[in-house]
């Protein structure tokens, strides 16, 4: 139970590690990376957005964009706006015109802008940290303030519509959000991306667009529907002012005309493609597409997919624990799927989610688990090799290996058909005092070899050595054919190794010892018994303590056997059966014993 808490308690340590990690951004390019390139994909137009671009053609025929004069753009204006039948929608022109130039052209300009009210022109936030005031002698530190606003001059901001052209990159510098509004003087400046959308809503008789899911700072997220490129046609502001393209292709279509050169350093990297920049007013038509078609995403709060996170991680954790390799890679890489599915459902639900986190996080626990599962395994193979290397013959370890029963040897039993041999040395005690300590302790060890070989030999398990007396056992710790036999062959051989060894410490020693033996079969408790500090791989049962009063009982070179021995082993053995029954300790009936003579097979 203690063990089972302790790594209930890692798994959640763990788990809370990992949702830490998250929650302080560490996963955060990372994540972004793979959040955008599942979520983000093109979609089809309905080609109402026409890019005219400020060009490389532009600026070669018309000079550098800092040497032009208002009155380019006042007469690409009133190129496209041909005729009160034959104009755009919207025109949104992505340029700052700020400040007075020269008189005439300045009214030139406000006059073509405001003739059908069109059209929509950019100003500019800049933000940066100020101090603010949150009470009576209390002051903040704002750091996403607005220090100014630049406006279009005058007479143009009266006669058109405007929208700031702010855009924010996220700290990874990738242009993932849009903001919104901007806040500044008690007015309230929407983005030229809705000043468009609303007025060409208004143009084409629908109602209003609906506002996005904005975070605490107004930012909303924009699902991208086209690459850099996917809005452009290759028209440049010089095909318009040149008549290349004719105005009634124009008409009744929004019209962003904007900076579409790299020298113009009017570029960003987004979402949809991080390798290639993508240049401003596509990414106002962008913007614009997805407020006309109401896509909106809502990022889930962060601290709620932190708690699902960990919780789902602890589950995971409880289940690879312990457990094999095929069940948990199984329900790894289901996991991984159904994560970066369920993400994707979501997103296609209107809701953003953390696409690398729970993945990943599952990724760990398997790792993780199935590592240390494969540590605790070659530990607890090793602890089984070295442990009943000592009394189990080689070939059974292999076996309990191989098997994976090692898994099962922890405190506890379980009722087993086993077959056990006692063997004693009769005359041992006379014998070691009358010989010096050091001889006795040689043939002791003579002896006791002699029976752990023979009983090794014969597949059994060595259970102890008592004194100069041992137990074994067979039908453990793995089921045997023919348990039985095995443990009367070890007997046999005991016998004849005795007779063998008998003649030798004769002629060294003048001393001669033998074996009585006893053998008996039936159900016992086979297991590791004790503490989880110090237990012994033994058995215990009546069937035991049997076959432990037959050994007491024999004589020397005299091997006991019970009546359910002879019954299992039937004509494969050559028995004499006592005159008569014997009480043995413990028991309420005497017994019927035999002599085991011979095995015939």
């Given amino acids: 139970m203690k063990k089972l808490k302790k790594h209930r308690l890692w798994i959640v340590l763990a788990a809370a590690l990992f949702t830490v990690i998250a929650a302080t951004g560490f996963l955060y390019h990372a994540d972004n990376v793979v959040s955008d390139a599942l979520y983000q994909k093109r979609t089809a137009s309905d080609g109402q957005i026409v890019l005219v671009g400020i060009d490389q053609k532009a600026i070669e025929m ?8 208002r009155d380019i753009m006042a007469m690409t204006i009133e190129t496209l706006n041909q005729s009160s039948e034959v104009h755009p929608a919207v025109i949104g022109i992505d340029v700052l015109y700020v400040g007075a130039t020269d008189p005439s052209l300045d009214a030139w300009l406000a006059e073509a802008a405001g003739l059908y009210g069109n ?29 100014m606003v630049e406006e279009p001059f005058t007479a143009l901001k009266d006669l058109t519509a405007r929208g700031h052209i702010n855009a924010m990159l996220d700290k990874d510098g990738i242009l993932r959000h849009q903001l919104w509004e901007v806040r500044y003087g008690g007015e309230t400046i929407p983005s030229f991306a809705s000043v468009i959308a609303d007025k060409y809503c208004k143009e084409i008789g629908e109602e209003p667009c609906v506002a996005p899911p904005i975070d605490e700072r107004g930012f909303w997220y924009l699902p991208y529907s086209g690459k850099p490129g996917d809005y452009s046609e290759s028209i440049s502001l010089a095909d318009v002012l040149w008549g290349e393209v004719p105005a009634e292709y124009f008409a009744d279509k929004i019209v962003l005309i904007g900076p ?22 596509e990414c106002h038509a962008n913007a614009i597409e997805a407020i006309l078609a109401g896509n909106y995403k809502k990022e889930v709060p962060e601290a709620l997919q932190l708690g699902v996170l960990f919780v789902l991680l602890v589950a995971a954790g409880f289940f690879f624990w312990k457990r094999k390799m095929l069940p948990s890679t199984i329900v790894w890489l289901a996991g991984v799927m159904v994560a970066v599915g369920g993400c994707y459902l979501a997103y296609e639900l209107g809701y953003v989610l953390h696409v690398l986190w729970l993945p990943l996080g599952l990724t760990c626990f398997y790792v993780g688990c199935i590592a240390f599962n494969y540590i605790s395994a070659a530990l607890e193979k090793r602890r089984v090799t070295m442990t009943f290397k000592k009394y189990v013959a080689p070939q059974v370890v292999n076996e309990i290996l191989a098997s994976g029963e090692y898994e099962k040897l922890t405190v506890g039993g379980r009722l087993v058909d086993i077959a056990v041999l006692f063997v ?13 300590p050091d001889e006795v302790v040689e043939i002791l060890n003579r002896y006791l070899t002699l029976i752990a070989t023979c009983i090794l030999d ?34 046999m051989a005991m016998k004849k190794g005795a007779d063998k060894l008998s003649r030798e410490l004769l002629e060294r020693y003048g001393r001669t010892v033998s074996f009585g033996i006893g053998v008996h079969v039936g159900e016992a408790l086979v297991g590791n018994i004790g503490s989880p500090d110090r237990m ?10 049997t076959a432990s009063r037959l050994e007491s009982i024999a004589p ?5 056997i019970s009546q359910e021995v002879v019954d299992r ?3 494969r053995i050559v028995t004499k059966q006592l005159e008569e029954k014997v009480k043995l300790k413990g028991k309420a009936e005497p017994l019927t014993i035999y002599t085991l003579e011979e095995i015939v097979g």
Avoid at 536 to 545: E, K, L, P, S
Wanted: glycine content about 10%; hydrophobic content about 40%.
């Fill in 62 to 69: 018309l000079g550098p964009v800092s040497g032009w004069t």
């Fill in 119 to 147: 059209v929509v022109v950019g100003c500019a936030a800049q933000y940066g940290t100020s101090l603010e005031e949150t009470g009576v002698d209390s002051m903040t530190l704002d750091d996403f303030s607005v220090l």
């Fill in 260 to 281: 579409y050169a790299p020298s113009l350093q009017d570029d960003f990297f987004t979402s949809i493609d991080h390798a290639s920049p993508m240049y401003g007013i």
């Fill in 424 to 436: 004693d040395i009769r005359g041992f005690t006379t014998m070691s005092e009358s010989l010096k």
């Fill in 458 to 491: 014969a597949q059994g398990t060595l259970d102890k050595f008592i004194g100069d007396a041992a137990m074994a056992f067979w039908g453990a710790p793995l089921a045997q054919e023919d348990y039985v036999l095995h443990a009367l062959e070890a007997a």
């Fill in 536 to 545: 012994d791989y033994t058995a215990i049962g009546d069937t035991v303590n």
């Fill in 556 to 560: 020397k070179e005299t091997i006991y």
């Fill in 569 to 571: 082993m039937g004509a």
